[in-house]
């Protein structure tokens, strides 16, 4: 097909494709092209020698099919022949054909503090990480260590920016970047390879300027600029009255969502579509006070939950979300007696606040005046400078709840409707 076409990329990326240094850290914003070009790479290096294992890893089995199996242009569409993934032996796989035989690639997630459990006793010649920033740092470790055998170890990383204090950054590529030419050499070579949207090329300057609607403050930097930037000041420093708006007469509510808590205030949220102005609203809040939260059950907030929907005239039965972390199981198995169907949401923080942020920031999303509780959440919601100190790049866990639910709603139910 034609829109299936690979459109060739310019010098300065071929240059690195052919390169097969030990390891090479491809870095850059959303859609600069860092994927496509990295596999182009490790396929090149995989038909360039004479190997048979490798391993190919992301936060989570998942998510680095998503990005690099199983994506438009992604390993399957570039490589004519791959099999994949498929499961044998207990483990994923994916079979790249080649001159000297079938190389297989063993799949991993590397997000958790066990996940290098699952490496032991494999020997490997290659590694491909995808947002290595967000692999854990003991599966980094023991994953180089799985390459020790290998005649020509072959390692690629990709990520985007991230805090400059980050420990990949500190502990590695900061350190790899600083080695004599001699140390290289030994090493094997390092190269870091910084991609920029106009890298892209299917990103058009129209289509470049459009992104850069989408983002603001250090995700901007981040994900247009692709510098390394420190998290600072307010999460949303773009929400303000524009943001707080009475829903039309024509907004009918059809998805909740509840953040449950034991240790802290339990916060929950319904929300509808306007089909005037096609613009989504939260309508109505519910958040514990000290008290409810000292003496309420899980029965006691469901019947709380089923009053303010049947107020609200109803909403279907699958579309209830519910964090099941925090004790949250306990009331999602309680609202499963009753014939709910809740879902578990995504809980990734940073994705979930620049899904939420984009949606407050284009208008596609407003809070109900009704909801003061979640205005003054999403107000003073804040990044959390001790953690930067560190590395890490998170909010303030304090008054977050119904900035929390809210954040719940938005990526399972009202994202994937204004992409749709």
Known sequence: MADMALKPFGPRVLRRIACTDALQFYEGPVRSGKTQASILSLLYYIATHDVTVGIMTGDTVGSVTRNVIKSKMGLIDLCPGAKGPIYRDNSTQVIIPTDHGDVTIYIFGGGKANSDDQLRGVTADFWYADEITKHHPTFVAEAMARLAAADHPFMLWTTNPDNPRHWLYTKYTDKYLAMTDEEKSIFGGY?????????????????????????????????????????????????????????????????????????????????????????????????????????????????????????????????????????????????????????????????GISITGRLLKSHRLYISPECPKTIESLQIYRWDDKASERGETKPIKQDDDPADETRYACTTFIEPRVRA
Not at 249 to 275: C, L, N
Not at 317 to 324: A, F, G, P, W
């Open 191 to 351: 190269h870091e390879f910084h991609f920029r949207l106009e890298d892209n090329p299917i990103m058009t300057p129209a289509k470049i300027e459009a992104l850069k609607l989408r983002y603001s403050g250090f995700e901007f930097d981040r994900k247009i600029l692709g510098k390394r930037c420190i998290a600072e000041g307010l999460v949303y420093p773009y929400f303000d009255h524009t943001c707080i708006r009475e829903p039309p007469e024509d907004v009918k509510v059809r998805y909740a969502s509840i953040d449950f808590g034991t240790v802290h205030p339990t916060a929950m949220g319904w929300y509808g579509r306007s089909p005037s102005t096609r613009a989504w609203f939260k309508v109505r809040e519910w958040v514990a006070t000290p008290e409810q939260s000292a003496s309420m059950t899980t029965t006691d907030y469901l019947d709380v939950f089923e009053r303010i929907t049947a107020e609200l005239g109803g909403i279907p039965r699958m579309n209830l979300t519910i964090d099941y972390g925090g004790g949250g199981e306990a009331l999602a198995r309680e609202a499963e007696k009753r014939k709910w169907m809740p879902v578990n949401p995504d809980k990734s923080v940073l994705d």
